[in-house]
Structures are given as structure tokens and as C-alpha cells.
């Protein structure tokens, strides 16, 4: 079975979170010469497969059979696999079955390693995330089997298969402002004290600018106001509050508490409230670590791409893994139609990517 012949066998189930659609019994039965280890919970399915060829470096490829809901527009079944024009239509093309394809055949026909070779697959990363990769990652801390550099298949290219590898990742700070005022009647605005007159000369100083100066690795970080609501939906009365949402995607330069002192500083003087939440933390990989400097030779060797690196983008399960210590990047097909409606792969991609898998492992060491 070679990647694409896999890549429609993964499509075909229609495996929308947290539902594996028997994919999980599936990866296991394709790789018999690795040790399954099983972690269901809270409705989620977790696998990870393993094989020992020595003592060295443990490798590991990770990644989610999971994917969105379709939803309708689609131009033919998204769970029943269409090739035209070489592409792959189906939900899931891109995100991500096109990426555990790969690593699925280039496992299989690895026979030789120096070292611990592994898959971790969950059906929770489109959801909540909170019974998938981490669940598993903690398991394998308890037995001792956390590998020491990790590869997630996400898709990450831009323009052209092999112009970007990720290596790490913004944090994700949510916040909820809420300005208190007093209601009034609107022919009477001197009686009332308006929080939406109140903050809106404020806005443009809240958001909109960059936090800091960002690095070699990150952008700089940005407050995105992301809902904006108050009052009782008439015309006649004042709001007695107005709250504000907003989202900042944070490098390793700001922190929550910086947000908070940001937020304070141009609220001075309001009468205000102000919750953050930490969603998701940043993280980088070192440049110089052997999993980048190998990967990125993988791709220059099959696609005669020089990669960039980023960390943009949302969030990935990558964040779980980088949170041990462990040595962790991305890399995938293009993203151009992940979660939109007839969603496609390029067949010369997905089978590109299995080619630098293979070369990769031919030849990493740690």
C-alpha cells in the first residue's frame, strides 16, 4: 500500500472529533512490528506505536486522525475520497491524514535505526484537546518512553511544498474586559457616565500595536480585539458597562502579566475588570538541534527547497510535546484549504513528504 493508496483508506473514515472511525485498530494492524500502547479517555482515542532497533535517539512522528466537521457546499462526498486534476479531495486531505499517511509508509519501510523509532496518533486535537496528546505524553513520562526529538505532519508549507518549517509556536492569551459605567437615559447624557464614550478614544492605544519589538524567531506580539458589546440593544438608554474581548498571540518576549500591565495602563482611571487566561504558552526549538538541521536537509534533498522557518500560525498539538523538553517540529503539505469546504491535497505532495520522512530517517542519528 504506498501513501496515496493509505492516504484514501485514512479519508474514507469519516473520523470527526472525537471520533476515530476505527482509524487507531487500523495504524495498528499497518505497523505490526511496533508495540501499541493504548490511552482512551473522556471519549477520546490514543495510540502510540513503537519499536526499539538499539540503543540512540528516540524519534518520534505525531499527529491527529481527527478533522472538523464538513459542513455542506461540498462538490462531491467529503468522506468519499475524489481524485481530479492531482489532488486528493476529502476532509482531512491537508489536515492532517496527508501527514500521518507519510510517516505511516515511511515507518513501515524503515528497517534499519539507531534507535527508538515511534507514532503517536490522537482523535482530540480538533476539539478540546484535553484528553488527546497530553493524556498520552504523560503516560509515556510515567513509563519512560517520552522520545527525545518529535516530528508533527501538520501542514505547514505556504507557497510551495518545502518553503517552511515550523519551529515553534505563539502562545495564545485570551482576555475579557469589562468597563463599568452608569446607566442613563440617552436625551440626559450628563447624568450618566457612558463606558462605551468612556473607552472608545482608548481603543486605538489597546490594540492594534505591537506589544514588542518580536525576534529572529517571532513576530511581535498584538492585541486583536475580538468582540466588542454593551448596552440593552435601544436607543433611548445608556449602558451601564461595555465588554471587550480580545486575543493575543503572544511570543517568549510578552507574557500575561504583560498584557495585564498594558491593559491597566491605558485603562487608568476607568472603573474596569480584567480576566486573562492562558490558553496555549510559546515556544521555539533551537535552530542548531539536530532534528531542525536534519529535517531541513531532507526537504532541500527532495524538493530542492531551502525551508524558512516560523513559528506563525495557531495552535498544534506541538505545544503539549515542547512543554517536556522534547526537541519538536512541524512539517507538512501546503495549507491553503484546511478546515474550508473541498478541501484538497496535491498527490505529489503527500507523496514528496513520505520521500523526506524516508530520507530523514535514513539517515538521523540524534
Excluded at 122 to 129: F, I, L, M, N, R
Excluded at 155 to 180: M, Q, W, Y
Excluded at 314 to 342: K, L, M, P, Q
Aim: charged content about 25%; some cysteine.
Amino acid at each position: 500500500m504506498n501513501v496515496v493508496d493509505l492516504l484514501i483508506r485514512l479519508l474514507s473514515a469519516p473520523s470527526v472529533t472525537p471520533d476515530d472511525a476505527g482509524l487507531m485498530a487500523f495504524a495498528a494492524s499497518y505497523l505490526p512490528e511496533y508495540e501499541a500502547i493504548r490511552v482512551d479517555r473522556g471519549g477520546v482515542k490514543n495510540l502510540f506505536l513503537t519499536r526499539s532497533f538499539g540503543e540512540g535517539v528516540h524519534l518520534c512522528f505525531a499527529g491527529h486522525v481527527d478533522v472538523v466537521p464538513a459542513g455542506d457546499g461540498w462538490e462531491s462526498d467529503p468522506f468519499v475520497p475524489r481524485i481530479e486534476g492531482g489532488y486528493l479531495h476529502a476532509r482531512g486531505a491537508q489536515d492532517m491524514k496527508s501527514g500521518v499517511a507519510a510517516a505511516m509508509v515511511a515507518l513501515r519501510e524503515t528497517k534499519k535505526f539507531p534507535g527508538r523509532l515511534s507514532l503517536l496518533l490522537t482523535s482530540d486535537e480538533e476539539g478540546e484537546a484535553k484528553y488527546g496528546t497530553q493524556i498520552m505524553l504523560a503516560h509515556l513520562k510515567e513509563i519512560g518512553l517520552l522520545p527525545d526529538a518529535c516530528i508533527v505532519a501538520e501542514p505547514t508549507c505556504e507557497e510551495t511544498f518545502g518553503d517552511a518549517l515550523k519551529i515553534g509556536r505563539r502562545g495564545s492569551i485570551n482576555g475579557t474586559l469589562v468597563v463599568r459605567g452608569k446607566q442613563g437615559h440617552a436625551a440626559y447624557p450628563e447624568k450618566a457616565i457612558n463606558p462605551v464614550h468612556q473607552i472608545a478614544p482608548r481603543l486605538a492605544e489597546l490594540a492594534g500595536i505591537d506589544l514588542d519589538g518580536g525576534d529572529e524567531n517571532f513576530a511581535p506580539s498584538k492585541l486583536v480585539i475580538t468582540d466588542i458589546r454593551g448596552g440593552m440593544e435601544v436607543t433611548n438608554v445608556t449602558p451601564d458597562t461595555v465588554q471587550i474581548m480580545f486575543n493575543v498571540r503572544n511570543n517568549t518576549l510578552t507574557d500575561a502579566e504583560a498584557v495585564r500591565a498594558h491593559v491597566e495602563r491605558v485603562c487608568a482611571g476607568l472603573n474596569f475588570e480584567l480576566t486573562l487566561t492562558q490558553g496555549s504558552f510559546p515556544f521555539v526549538t533551537d535552530r542548531k538541534a539536530s532534528i531542525v538541521t536534519s529535517i531541513a536537509e531532507s526537504i532541500r534533498n527532495i524538493t530542492g527547497e531551502s525551508p524558512g522557518y516560523s513559528t506563525a500560525g495557531g495552535t498544534s498539538d506541538a505545544r503539549f510535546i515542547a512543554a517536556y523538553g522534547i526537541d519538536v517540529v512541524e512539517f507538512g503539505t501546503r495549507n491553503d484549504t484546511i478546515h474550508a469546504v473541498n478541501e484538497r491535497v496535491a498527490i505529489s505532495e503527500a507523496e514528496e513528504l513520505c520521500r523526506v520522512f524516508v530520507d530523514l530517517l535514513s539517515r538521523f542519528d540524534g
